[in-house]
């Protein structure tokens, strides 16, 4: 029921998205930036599940030093 118009939003959007993408990224070299795309800036799967270990770690720790009522 959602997904056919949002896929016709996506399909008319796309090439607007695509041509604001390339003059933004056109406008951060022009500044001497390097643009980067947000897959590079992904976890992989060891370091999200080091990440949620250290978390539920850090919660365990906590619990054991709370107070008891």
Partial sequence: M???PFRAYAN???PF???FNGIANAGVRLLGVE???ELSAVHTTDEISLMI???A???NDRQA???VA
Avoid: V
Wanted: glycine share 0%; no cysteine; charged share 30%.
């Fill in 2 to 4: 959602i997904a056919s």
């Fill in 12 to 14: 008319i959007f796309r």
């Fill in 17 to 19: 998205i695509y041509l």
């Fill in 35 to 37: 643009p980067k795309d």
């Fill in 53 to 55: 270990s250290e978390a």
């Fill in 57 to 59: 770690s850090w919660r």
């Fill in 65 to 67: 030093r709370a107070p």
